[in-house]
């Protein structure tokens, strides 16, 4: 997994209104898939960003240990995000 450990990842989930299913699906895949997780602190956050647009979109930021499962969703990598407005979504509970 240290190919995953430097980049933060994000995927846009879109419209907020919509996206509650697919957010609580994600959330349960990761905590499932953080148990067996082999590396570090992994954890999920999200935010309501707008970039000028009429409408919010929902997006999820991965933090690096969560690369491998970030990926697996298609999440693309990024530069980490600002802390102004994230919230957690869910955090792996082991130390490894």
Known sequence: MSEFVDSWYRL???DPM????????????FLTWSKSAPQGKAAVFYRHESEGRLHCVLVLYFSPPAGEFALSLNALACPSPSPSDLALLAESQNDN
């Open 12 to 14: 846009d989930l879109g």
């Open 18 to 29: 919509l996206a509650s299913e697919m957010l609580d699906s994600i959330e349960a895949d």
